[in-house]
Nanobody
Framework: QVQLVESGGGLVQPGGSLRLSCTVS????????IGWFRQAPGREREGISC????????YYADSVKGRFTIARDNAKNTMFLQMNSLIPDDTAVYYC?????????????????????RGKGTLVTVAS
């Protein structure tokens, strides 16, 4: 069974940066679809960035494109989300997720439909 543990959340001022990390166990990182999702109070879950294992293609939601970067360290089985130019609307609980079945080869579809395994989440608060 795949297990994911996030770290790196916290309070940051608008315009600041944070890097989230997610350690994955139970599967090989570069062989599975992975992604980052977030959910703010009163809002639906949003898939903000996903990587397709089969194509290597990356998807970013319009809300984070140009500001956030997803990355992975296969040797450490760890994925990252570098978040720059943060705004208050980025405030949310952020989750890393994985789909060992690789049901969707299109990373946008993987983000839109969600993934079977996710971590407990880490809170990111953007406020002055």
């Amino acid at each position: 069974q795949v297990q994911l543990v996030e770290s790196g959340g916290g309070l940051v001022q608008p315009g600041g940066s944070l890097r989230l990390s997610c350690t994955v166990s139970g599967d090989i990182l570069d062989e599975i679809n992975i992604g980052w999702f977030r959910q703010a109070p009163g809002r639906e879950r949003e898939g903000i960035s996903c990587i397709s294992a089969s194509t290597g293609n990356i998807y970013y939601a319009d809300s984070v494109k140009g500001r956030f970067t997803i990355a992975r360290d296969n040797a450490k089985n760890t994925m990252f989300l570098q978040m720059n130019s943060l705004i208050p609307d980025d405030t949310a609980v952020y989750y890393c997720a994985a789909d060992p079945v690789n049901y969707y080869s299109d990373p946008r579809a993987a983000c839109d439909h969600g993934m079977d395994y996710r971590g407990k989440g880490t809170l990111v608060t953007v406020a002055s």
